[in-house]
C-alpha cells in the first residue's frame, strides 16, 4: 500500500465499535477519525483517537506463546502460528474425543461479530457459547425480557426527539459511545430535561437540571415511590396503559404504601423532589426515556430495578413512541433480508448447556449464558465435565470478582486458551495465547445493526499487523481447518463476506461510499395500533409468566441495602471517559492522560477517618486483606456510604511497565463475589461488598 489513502473501518478500543476513517500512509496508519459519513460526523473520543499507539506497541503479546511453567508464572515458549494452531486443535481433539464437544467452553465479549465465534463452537457441538454480559448488562437484558418480551437491544433510545431523560446508573457523557454522547447533546439543545439519579455527581451530573444523589442501593425504592405518584395521581398514559399494559391493578397494590415519604427514608431524597419527577416526566410523556442501565451488576435487586425503568416508561407510554423508546428494526421490518448467518452452518447442539441456562434457570436468555455458572461445571462436572476453555476478548480475571476464587475452579481445565490483542490477567494465566491483530491492521465479518435505519457495517483492515498476530477469522477459519470442521474453512475473508451477502441483495462495492449500507432511507417508527410485544400476552407484562414459573416474584418487595458496617463504606466502580475497562490502561498516551485511579470518599467520612485529600491509602477487603494502594479524593460530590473507584487499574502483570502497580483494582475488593448474582437477573452483584481505608505507610 504506498501512498496515501483513507480506509473506512470500525474502531475498536471500546464495545461500541464507531464507524472510523483511517488515513494510511505508505502501508501505516497515520491518522483516524470519526467517519464524516456518519452520525459521528468526524469525531472521536480519546480512547478512539488511541488506536494508533496500541498497534505501535510492544508490549502485547507480539507473537503465539505455549506455557512452558506453571499457569500464572509467566514461563513461556515462543511458537509458530503453525505450532500454536497445531498444538491447540491437538488438544481440542483429545478432549473432544474423551468427553465430546459439549466439554468445550467459549466466552467472548458479545457484540455484532459474534457470529464466526458461534459457528465454530457449533462446530465442536458444543452448546456452551458464552460472553462476558453477567458482569455487564444481563440484568438490564432480562428485565427487559420481563417486561417487553424482546431484548434491550430491541427497542432504541431516541435522544434526539426526548423531552426528558433520566439516567439511572448511567454516566452517559464519560462512559461513552460517541453518538449516543453526541445524541443526547442534541437533545438538550432542543430543550430535552435531564435527571441524573447516581451515587456521586458525575460528569454527566453536571449538566442535568435534576441531580438526586441516592443512598448506594436504594434506587428501587426510588423508582417505586416514581410508580406510586404515577398511578396515584392519575398521570399515567390511560389509553397507552388500557392498551398494552397487563395487571396495572397488581403494580398499584404492589406499590400502594411506596409513598415518597417512605423513599425519603430510604433513599435520602427528598419526597418532593421525588413527586416533582414523576410529574415533570408526566408532562413531557411519551417523549420520555427513563434508562434503564448499562452497567448494572451491582446488586442482588438490580434486576428489579431495571424492570422499574422499563415499567415507568410503560406507564408513561414511552415504550414504541418516537422520542421515548421506539422498536428497533431489523432487515425485515424495512423490507429488506438479513445476512446469511455462519452459525447455521452446524446445527444447534441438542445438548443441554453446563451453566444450567435454559433447563436448571428457565428464565435466563440461552445466547450467551451466564459464563459464571458454567465454571462450577469444571468443578462439579455437573451437568457433565468441562475440559476446554476459550477464553476470546475477554478478561474474566480482571471482569469478574475473586481471581483467586476463578483460578481454583480451572484447575479441572485441561487447556486455557486466550485471544487476546493486549496482555490481560487470563491471558497471563493461559496455557496458551493467540495474539489477535488489534483492528486496525485485521478484518471483521459483516455485521448487522437494527434501529430505526438498520444496516449493515463492516471493519476493514487499514494496515498489516506490525507485530507476529492474526485475524479473528484468520485463528477460527485456522483452528476449523485442523479439526475438520471443512464448512468454517475459509481462506480468504472475501468468501465469507460474499457468503455473508448471498440473500441480501447487497455487494461489498456498496461499503465502498460510507464504509456502511443503511437498508432504508429514512428512519422508520412504528404506529401505535402496530406494537404487539413478544411476551405471552402480546403486552407488557408487570407479572412476567416466565419469572413466575422459574420462581421469582416480578413484583419483588423493596429490601433496604445494609448499611456498611461501623468505620467500613460500600464498593462502587464506574467509568472514566479516558480508559476502557482494564485494557487501555497501559496504552501509552492514554497512561499518560490518566495513569492511575483515586479513591473517592465523601468529605465527612474522611474528617471522621483523619484522611486528608490526596494523601496515599490502603484499601481494605472484608476479611481485612489489602488491595493496593490508592490516593484519597475527598469530595462532597460522593455518598457517604460509597467508596467509589473508576474500574481496570491496579495490574500487577510484569509485561505492562506503564500500568503495573497503578491504583487498586476494585475487583479484588470483592470475595467470594463469583457466588454472589442477583439470582432473578442473573448479573452478579459486585456492590454488595463492603471495604475499609487505612492510611498507607510511606515507602521505603
Ligand atoms: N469489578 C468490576 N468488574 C467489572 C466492571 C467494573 O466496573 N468493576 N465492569 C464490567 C463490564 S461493564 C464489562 S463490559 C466487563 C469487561 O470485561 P471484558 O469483557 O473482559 O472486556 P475488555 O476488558 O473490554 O476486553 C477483554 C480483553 O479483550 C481484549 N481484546 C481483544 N480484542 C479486542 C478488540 O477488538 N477490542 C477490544 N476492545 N478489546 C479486545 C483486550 O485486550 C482485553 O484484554 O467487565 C466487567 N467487570
Ligand atoms: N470511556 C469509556 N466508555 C465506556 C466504557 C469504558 O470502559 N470507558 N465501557 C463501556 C461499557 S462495557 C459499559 S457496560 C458502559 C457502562 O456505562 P455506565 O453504566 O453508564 O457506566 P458506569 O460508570 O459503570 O456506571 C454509571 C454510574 O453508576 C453509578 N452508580 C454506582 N452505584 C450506583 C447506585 O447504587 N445507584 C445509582 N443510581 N448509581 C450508581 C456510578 O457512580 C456511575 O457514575 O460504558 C461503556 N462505555
Ligand atoms: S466510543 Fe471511543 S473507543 Fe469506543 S468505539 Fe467509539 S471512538 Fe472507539
Ligand atoms: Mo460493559
Same mark, same amino acid.
Given at each position: 500500500?504506498?501512498?496515501?489513502?483513507?480506509?473506512?473501518?470500525?474502531?475498536?478500543?471500546?464495545?461500541?465499535?464507531?464507524?472510523?476513517?483511517?488515513?494510511?500512509?505508505?502501508?501505516k496508519?497515520?491518522?483516524?477519525?470519526?467517519?464524516?459519513?456518519?452520525?459521528?460526523?468526524?469525531?472521536?473520543?480519546?480512547?478512539?483517537?488511541?488506536?494508533?499507539?496500541?498497534?505501535?506497541?510492544?508490549?502485547r503479546?507480539?507473537?503465539?506463546?505455549?506455557?512452558?511453567?506453571?499457569?500464572?508464572?509467566?514461563?513461556?515458549?515462543?511458537?509458530?502460528?503453525?505450532?500454536?494452531?497445531?498444538?491447540?486443535?491437538?488438544?481440542?481433539?483429545?478432549?473432544?474425543?474423551?468427553?465430546?464437544?459439549?466439554? #468445550?467452553?467459549?466466552?467472548?465479549?458479545?457484540?455484532?461479530?459474534?457470529?464466526?465465534?458461534?459457528?465454530?463452537?457449533?462446530?465442536?457441538?458444543?452448546?456452551?457459547?458464552?460472553?462476558?454480559?453477567?458482569? %455487564?448488562?444481563?440484568?438490564?437484558?432480562?428485565?427487559?425480557?420481563?417486561?417487553?418480551?424482546?431484548?434491550?437491544?430491541?427497542?432504541?433510545?431516541?435522544?434526539?426527539?426526548?423531552?426528558?431523560?433520566?439516567? =439511572?446508573?448511567?454516566?452517559?457523557?464519560?462512559?461513552?459511545?460517541?453518538?449516543?454522547?453526541?445524541?443526547?447533546?442534541?437533545?438538550?439543545?432542543?430543550? %430535552?430535561?435531564?435527571?441524573?439519579?447516581?451515587?456521586?455527581?458525575?460528569?454527566?451530573?453536571?449538566?442535568?437540571?435534576?441531580?438526586?444523589?441516592?443512598?448506594?442501593?436504594?434506587?428501587?425504592?426510588?423508582?417505586?415511590?416514581?410508580?406510586? #405518584?404515577?398511578?396515584?395521581?392519575g398521570?399515567?398514559?390511560?389509553?397507552?396503559?388500557?392498551?398494552? #399494559?397487563?395487571?396495572?391493578?397488581?403494580?398499584a397494590?404492589?406499590?400502594?404504601?411506596? $409513598?415518597?415519604?417512605?423513599?425519603?427514608?430510604?433513599?435520602?431524597?427528598?419526597?418532593?423532589?421525588?413527586?416533582?419527577?414523576?410529574?415533570?416526566?408526566?408532562?413531557?410523556?411519551?417523549?420520555?426515556?427513563?434508562?434503564?442501565?448499562?452497567?448494572v451488576?451491582r446488586?442482588?435487586?438490580?434486576?428489579?430495578?431495571?424492570? $422499574?425503568?422499563?415499567?415507568?416508561?410503560?406507564?408513561?407510554?414511552?415504550?414504541?413512541?418516537?422520542?421515548?423508546l421506539?422498536?428497533?428494526?431489523?432487515?425485515?421490518?424495512?423490507?429488506?433480508?438479513?445476512?446469511?448467518?455462519?452459525?447455521?452452518l452446524y446445527?444447534?447442539?441438542?445438548?443441554?448447556?453446563?451453566?444450567?441456562?435454559?433447563?436448571?434457570?428457565?428464565?435466563?436468555?440461552?445466547?450467551?449464558?451466564?459464563?459464571?455458572?458454567?465454571?462450577?461445571?469444571?468443578?462439579?462436572?455437573?451437568?457433565?465435565?468441562?475440559?476446554?476453555?476459550?477464553?476470546?476478548?475477554?478478561?474474566?480475571?480482571?471482569?469478574?470478582?475473586?481471581?483467586?476464587?476463578?483460578?481454583?475452579?480451572?484447575?479441572?481445565?485441561?487447556?486455557?486458551?486466550?485471544?487476546?490483542?493486549?496482555?490481560?490477567?487470563?491471558?497471563?494465566?493461559?496455557?496458551?495465547?493467540?495474539?489477535?491483530?488489534?483492528?486496525?491492521?485485521?478484518?471483521?465479518?459483516i455485521?448487522?445493526?437494527?434501529?430505526?435505519?438498520?444496516?449493515?457495517?463492516?471493519?476493514?483492515?487499514?494496515?498489516?499487523? $506490525?507485530?507476529?498476530?492474526?485475524?479473528?477469522?484468520?485463528?477460527?477459519?485456522?483452528?476449523?481447518?485442523?479439526?475438520?470442521?471443512?464448512?468454517?474453512?475459509?481462506?480468504?475473508?472475501?468468501?465469507?463476506?460474499?457468503?455473508?451477502?448471498?440473500?441480501t441483495?447487497?455487494?461489498?462495492?456498496?461499503?465502498?461510499?460510507?464504509?456502511?449500507?443503511?437498508?432504508c432511507?429514512?428512519?422508520?417508527?412504528?404506529?401505535?395500533?402496530?406494537?404487539?410485544?413478544?411476551?405471552?400476552?402480546?403486552?407488557?407484562?408487570?407479572?412476567?409468566?416466565?419469572w413466575?414459573?422459574?420462581?421469582?416474584?416480578?413484583?419483588?418487595?423493596?429490601?433496604?441495602?445494609?448499611?456498611?458496617?461501623?468505620?467500613?463504606?460500600?464498593?462502587?466502580?464506574?467509568?472514566?471517559?479516558?480508559?476502557? =475497562?482494564g485494557?487501555?490502561?497501559?496504552?501509552?498516551?492514554?497512561?499518560?492522560?490518566?495513569?492511575?485511579?483515586?479513591?473517592?470518599?465523601?468529605?465527612?467520612?474522611? /474528617?471522621?477517618?483523619?484522611i486528608?485529600?490526596?494523601?496515599?491509602?490502603?484499601?481494605?477487603?472484608?476479611?481485612?486483606?489489602?488491595?493496593?494502594?490508592?490516593?484519597?479524593?475527598?469530595?462532597?460530590?460522593?455518598?457517604?456510604?460509597?467508596?467509589?473507584?473508576?474500574?481496570?487499574?491496579?495490574?500487577?502483570?510484569?509485561?505492562?511497565?506503564?500500568?503495573?502497580?497503578?491504583?487498586?483494582?476494585?475487583?479484588?475488593?470483592?470475595?467470594?463475589?463469583?457466588?454472589?448474582?442477583?439470582?432473578?437477573?442473573?448479573?452478579?452483584?459486585?456492590?454488595?461488598?463492603?471495604?475499609?481505608?487505612?492510611?498507607?505507610?510511606?515507602? /521505603?
Amino acid at each position: 500500500m504506498a501512498g496515501r489513502q483513507q480506509v473506512y473501518s470500525v474502531c475498536g478500543m471500546c464495545s461500541v465499535r464507531c464507524p472510523i476513517v483511517v488515513e494510511v500512509e505508505d502501508g501505516k496508519a497515520v491518522r483516524i477519525e470519526g467517519n464524516p459519513k456518519s452520525p459521528l460526523k468526524g469525531s472521536l473520543c480519546a480512547r478512539g483517537a488511541a488506536g494508533i499507539a496500541l498497534e505501535m506497541d510492544t508490549e502485547r503479546p507480539q507473537r503465539p506463546l505455549i506455557r512452558v511453567g506453571e499457569r500464572g508464572e509467566g514461563k513461556w515458549r515462543e511458537a509458530s502460528w503453525d505450532e500454536a494452531l497445531d498444538y491447540v486443535a491437538g488438544k481440542l481433539k483429545d478432549i473432544t474425543a474423551a468427553h465430546g464437544g459439549r466439554s #468445550v467452553l467459549f466466552s467472548d465479549r458479545g457484540g455484532p461479530f459474534v457470529d464466526l465465534h458461534q459457528a465454530f463452537v457449533r462446530g465442536l457441538g458444543s452448546p456452551n457459547y458464552c460472553n462476558h454480559d453477567s458482569a %455487564c448488562a444481563r440484568n438490564v437484558q432480562h428485565a427487559a425480557k420481563s417486561v417487553m418480551g424482546i431484548g434491550r437491544k430491541e427497542v432504541v433510545y431516541d435522544y434526539r426527539n426526548c423531552k426528558h431523560l433520566v439516567l =439511572q446508573t448511567r454516566n452517559i457523557l464519560e462512559a461513552i459511545n460517541v453518538a449516543e454522547a453526541n445524541a443526547v447533546l442534541d437533545g438538550m439543545e432542543k430543550g %430535552c430535561k435531564l435527571s441524573v439519579v447516581d451515587i456521586r455527581a458525575t460528569y454527566t451530573a453536571g449538566k442535568a437540571d435534576n441531580f438526586y444523589m441516592v443512598r448506594p442501593g436504594s434506587d428501587l425504592a426510588f423508582n417505586l415511590a416514581v410508580i406510586h #405518584v404515577l398511578i396515584n395521581e392519575g398521570l399515567y398514559n390511560k389509553p397507552y396503559v388500557e392498551a398494552h #399494559v397487563q395487571d396495572l391493578d397488581a403494580l398499584a397494590q404492589h406499590v400502594a404504601t411506596c $409513598t415518597p415519604q417512605w423513599a425519603e427514608g430510604e433513599t435520602g431524597v427528598p419526597a418532593a423532589a421525588i413527586t416533582a419527577l414523576a410529574r415533570q416526566l408526566a408532562e413531557a410523556a411519551p417523549n420520555v426515556i427513563w434508562h434503564p442501565g448499562w452497567m448494572v451488576a451491582r446488586y442482588d435487586d438490580s434486576f428489579h430495578v431495571c424492570r $422499574t425503568a422499563y415499567i415507568i416508561n410503560a406507564l408513561l407510554g414511552s415504550i414504541g413512541a418516537k422520542g421515548g423508546l421506539p422498536i428497533a428494526n431489523k432487515p425485515g421490518d424495512v423490507g429488506r433480508k438479513g445476512l446469511k448467518k455462519l452459525v447455521d452452518l452446524y446445527p444447534a447442539p441438542e445438548e443441554k448447556r453446563a451453566d444450567g441456562v435454559g433447563w436448571r434457570h428457565t428464565q435466563f436468555d440461552g445466547g450467551p449464558g451466564l459464563i459464571n455458572l458454567a465454571y462450577d461445571a469444571i468443578v462439579t462436572g455437573d451437568p457433565y465435565p468441562v475440559k476446554a476453555y476459550i477464553c476470546y476478548r475477554h478478561d474474566p480475571l480482571m471482569a469478574m470478582p475473586d481471581a483467586e476464587a476463578m483460578k481454583r475452579k480451572w484447575e479441572g481445565l485441561d487447556l486455557l486458551v486466550s485471544v487476546t490483542f493486549s496482555w490481560s490477567d487470563t491471558a497471563w494465566h493461559s496455557d496458551v495465547v493467540l495474539p489477535l491483530s488489534t483492528y486496525l491492521s485485521r478484518e471483521s465479518i459483516i455485521a448487522s445493526k437494527g434501529g430505526l435505519k438498520p444496516q449493515f457495517f463492516v471493519r476493514k483492515r487499514a494496515m498489516q499487523p $506490525t507485530l507476529d498476530t492474526k485475524a479473528d477469522w484468520e485463528i477460527l477459519c485456522g483452528l476449523a481447518k485442523r479439526l475438520g470442521m471443512d464448512k468454517l474453512v475459509f481462506d480468504r475473508i472475501e468468501d465469507i463476506w460474499e457468503y455473508q451477502l448471498q440473500p441480501t441483495g447487497v455487494t461489498m462495492a456498496d461499503f465502498d461510499a460510507k464504509g456502511f449500507v443503511e437498508l432504508c432511507d429514512a428512519p422508520k417508527y412504528r404506529e401505535d395500533a402496530e406494537l404487539k410485544f413478544s411476551t405471552s400476552s402480546g403486552k407488557l407484562e408487570m407479572i412476567s409468566p416466565k419469572w413466575t414459573k422459574a420462581g421469582e416474584p416480578s413484583l419483588r418487595p423493596y429490601a433496604a441495602p445494609p448499611a456498611p458496617p461501623q468505620g467500613m463504606f460500600r464498593i462502587a466502580f464506574g467509568r472514566t471517559a479516558l480508559h476502557t =475497562q482494564g485494557h487501555t490502561v497501559n496504552n501509552p498516551l492514554l497512561a499518560e492522560q490518566m495513569p492511575t485511579n483515586v479513591a473517592w470518599i465523601n468529605t465527612a467520612r474522611a /474528617a471522621e477517618l483523619g484522611i486528608a485529600d490526596g494523601e496515599m491509602l490502603e484499601v481494605l477487603d472484608a476479611r481485612g486483606t489489602a488491595a493496593g494502594r490508592i490516593r484519597a479524593f475527598v469530595t462532597d460530590f460522593v455518598h457517604p456510604e460509597a467508596l467509589f473507584m473508576v474500574h481496570g487499574f491496579g495490574h500487577r502483570l510484569p509485561v505492562e511497565s506503564r500500568a503495573r502497580g497503578k491504583g487498586v483494582a476494585d475487583q479484588e475488593l470483592m470475595p467470594g463475589g463469583l457466588e454472589r448474582y442477583d439470582r432473578a437477573g442473573g448479573g452478579i452483584s459486585m456492590q454488595e461488598h463492603f471495604v475499609a481505608v487505612r492510611k498507607a505507610a510511606a515507602r /521505603a
